[in-house]
């Protein structure tokens, strides 16, 4: 699988992206596996990790850095009362969220999301080089909820963060479907994340076009095949991805989670329960596959 391809006028880009980068020490070296002997070329990074800073030193200077929002594993930074448990554990719920998305009087719960993201984007911004733009992302892609992204761009004009790249997590089923007799252990659950996701995208395009237009753009894989994202589910359905890249005149992102916590005393420090049967499961071995060369 090759990292780029040549099309005429430029070069289709490919970004094999990892995320959940410095959770835990031996799962960033996991992931930086994938660097070593693979293609790994993009990681986002939990932001409020206890283990950030040694693991950003890790971390080569040629990979992309995307600051993985973060509102339902580990500790808050903030403490918000509205956003954590009684031991200061990130507690929101996405269903929650998006009804509270639909409701009025979200003031307070808004500026606490805002709060919360702005400490986690200081957080990883201290470990960057200094003027380096931002790209920004989520844990489970909470960002696309419109409550929680509101806020973060809330934080983005009143910091004038300087931001390169928000992903879009909008998948274009047509990719898979001609491909269905090839992917195995097809969740069908992924498919209600895919129409959800993209009923959220296209909301927060349409209230944020002028800005959204001016970042980069990328065509993103990794939803259908979430928790999937192995090399032979992949494979067959890039060549379509990148003509459909090609059209738009976007890069890829291809989306895996290659960092699986096998280390017991990591494993009880996951605060997320949904978060333990993901990161632990073997998949997350398999999906390494996608970083090969």
Request: proline share 5%.
């Amino acid at each position: 699988m090759e990292p780029a391809t040549s099309v005429p006028g430029r070069d289709v880009q490919i970004e094999f992206h990892a995320d959940d980068y410095a959770l835990f020490p031996g799962q960033t070296r996991r992931i930086l596996g994938c660097y070593c002997n693979g293609c790994l070329n993009g990681v986002s990074v939990m932001p409020n990790s206890k283990y950030l800073e040694p693991c950003m030193r890790a971390l080569p200077e040629d990979v992309a850095v995307t600051v993985h929002l973060n509102l339902i594993e580990g500790k808050s930074l903030t403490g918000h009362p509205l956003l954590s448990d009684k031991r200061g554990n990130l507690s929101c719920s996405f269903g929650a969220l998006l009804l509270r998305s639909c409701l009025p009087g979200q003031g307070a719960l808004r500026r606490a999301l805002a709060e919360e993201l702005r400490a986690q984007i200081r957080a990883v911004s201290a470990c960057l080089t200094p003027g380096k733009p931002l790209r920004l992302d989520s844990h489970a892609h909470y960002h696309m909820l419109p409550l929680v992204f509101d806020a973060m761009m809330d934080v983005v004009r009143e910091d004038k963060l300087d931001i390169s790249y928000i992903r879009m997590p909008e998948e274009h089923v047509g990719l898979y479907l001609h491909h269905l007799g090839e992917i195995r252990d097809f969740s069908p659950i992924n498919l209600v994340k895919v129409a959800i996701l993209n009923l959220l995208v296209q909301r927060n395009r349409r209230k944020y076009r002028t800005f959204l237009d001016k970042l980069d753009k990328k065509l993103f894989l990794g939803v259908f095949l979430s928790g999937r994202m192995y090399r032979e589910n992949v494979e067959p359905v890039l060549p379509d991805a990148l003509n459909l890249a090609r059209k738009k005149g976007w890069d890829i992102e291809l989306l895996a989670h290659p960092g699986g916590v096998l280390e017991l005393e990591d494993v009880m420090r996951i605060t997320n329960k949904s978060d333990m049967d993901f990161l632990c499961d073997d998949l997350r071995t398999r999906e390494a596959s996608l970083f090969e060369l």
